[in-house]
């Protein structure tokens, strides 16, 4: 019974935002709380209860999209969020008229929220889609570039970008070598980030973006491996091997990025095989391997000896 009644009082809130010249404050709250409720509403409830209120939370979702202000865009995207993993694939009715309005939040850099939400959701709609998400996955790719070249974004949602093209790779598979070119120089442009005097927030944010480039060029090399394309992957593999060189030397680097690095080194030993031989002889990847096998950590030990025989499979093989 609150459903219905929080729609009608939205829609009326709406109807008075756009019969006005000027902006209402308390409207504009009105609205931002009952997009709120709603949030807790979808995400909360099982789709016994919301199945029948789906599109009309859409519907009033885009609404408050089109003529609200940036509280309110905030609320309606964390609202289309739950949305998207309630429905997941079926999602993919609502992306005409969604698709514009994401673009546009995705453009909006310096509204950080509202813009950090949106790549959020992006990543959402492409995992619930799958590889569904080709008819928009060209308008995406080139937003996520841009975001990644922004000078006004801030820092800190760039990794958030990565990650996202990294699930658009996992999504596509093979298909998404189209891309591969552009992504990748952009990925390698990332990798160089570094500065002279770090502080801890420096140090915090560098982890975050080598762990994100580490993920998404794994998730990169999985996705094509997956369409028996990995052999376009190869040009890319001295680039990806000196960031994880850096990682390894780097007396900052958290546990978590060793993880994602000796990882990496085992899915390539592992993608590759024979060919990979050369690859995981080098001095330095041999230097990474022994140092995390030895690591303090368990799950960095792990992941690095389960890499060494990876690599020792591929040095067989050969």
């Not at 019969?19 to 409207?27: I, K, L, M, Y």
Request: net charge neutral; hydrophobic share 45%; proline share 3%.
């Amino acid at each position: 019974k609150l459903i219905p009644h929080m729609l009608k009082r939205l829609e009326m809130s709406v109807n008075k935002s756009k019969n006005s010249a000027s902006s209402d404050t308390n409207n504009v709250h009105i609205q931002a709380y009952i997009c709120g409720t709603l949030v807790v509403c979808i995400r909360k409830l099982p789709m016994s209860i919301l199945g029948s209120f789906m599109d009309t939370f859409m519907l009033a979702f885009l609404e408050v999209l089109k003529c609200g202000t940036s509280v309110c865009h905030e609320e309606a995207l964390l609202g289309i969020t739950e949305v998207v993993r309630k429905a997941k694939d079926k999602c993919m009715r609502y992306m005409k008229a969604f698709t514009p309005l994401l673009l546009k939040s995705l453009n909006n850099v310096l509204e950080v929220r509202v813009c950090g939400i949106a790549i959020g959701l992006a990543g959402d709609i492409v995992e619930a889609l799958g590889p569904k998400i080709k008819p928009i996955a060209d308008n995406l790719v080139q937003h996520f570039l841009n975001l990644l070249q922004s000078a006004d974004l801030m820092r800190d949602v760039k990794p958030r970008v990565i990650h996202a093209i990294g699930g658009m790779a996992l999504a596509l598979g093979k298909e998404f070598q189209r891309y591969l070119r552009h992504v990748m120089g952009m990925l390698q442009k990332m990798a160089l980030y570094k500065f002279e005097d770090p502080d801890e927030d420096d140090i915090e944010f560098m982890n975050q973006l080598r762990e994100s480039l580490l993920e998404t060029y794994t998730s990169i090399f999985a996705g094509l491996s997956d369409g028996n394309a990995q052999a376009i992957f190869r040009p890319y593999v001295d680039s990806v091997w000196q960031l994880i060189c850096v990682v390894g030397k780097d007396e900052d680097t958290e546990d978590s990025v060793l993880i994602s690095a000796v990882s990496l080194v085992g899915d390539i030993a592992k993608g590759f095989g024979s060919q990979a031989a050369g690859l995981v002889s080098q001095p330095a990847i041999q230097e990474l391997l022994h140092k995390t096998r030895r690591y303090s950590n368990s799950k960095v030990q792990e992941r690095a000896r389960w890499a060494q025989a990876e690599c020792q499979k591929a040095t067989a093989m050969h």
